[in-house]
């Protein structure tokens, strides 16, 4: 009977209804996304170039938490779908990025089926919606 959890096993974890919740959303996020060309992570490297153009590649690894390696590929994806310039000369040299007219298309319309999402998410979950404030509250102060 080591599957039957015992009186002082908790029955509701945050963390795991969290990881729940937003696996579901980024599941629904990533289908928005996917006839724009841009999975989420590429939605989110595009927002930090966007936000600041010339960002390097280490700084936007680090902010998208993954590898400098990968955020040199997905940007390279970028770049070759005409979402991202790189107006580096050379190799070897720092790059200059920044977000194309079509790139800036692509991200308004993203960032426009963010908010549609988020709008959903508080009509579904009001309470959820106004836990999230306090949270954005504290983390925009």
């Known amino acids: 009977m080591a599957d039957t959890p015992t009186e002082d096993a908790p029955r509701f974890s945050p963390v795991i209804a969290l990881l729940a919740v937003s696996a579901s959303w980024e599941a629904q996020l990533a289908a928005e996304l996917r006839d724009l060309g841009i999975s989420t992570r590429k ?31 997905a940007v390279h994806a970028l770049v070759d779908d005409g979402l991202v310039a790189d107006a580096t000369a050379q190799a070897g040299a ?7 007219p079509r790139g800036a298309k692509v991200l308004q319309d993203a960032q426009e089926r963010l908010a549609a999402l988020d709008r959903a998410l508080a009509q579904a979950h009001p309470r959820v919606a106004e836990s999230l404030d306090g949270i954005r509250a504290g983390v925009v102060e």
């Open 43 to 73: 939605f989110g490297l595009l927002g930090h170039i966007g936000a600041e153009p010339g960002i390097s590649f280490s700084e936007l690894a680090r902010r998208s938490r993954i590898t400098v390696q990968s955020a040199h590929a």
């Open 94 to 100: 720092a790059s200059d990025l920044s977000v194309t």
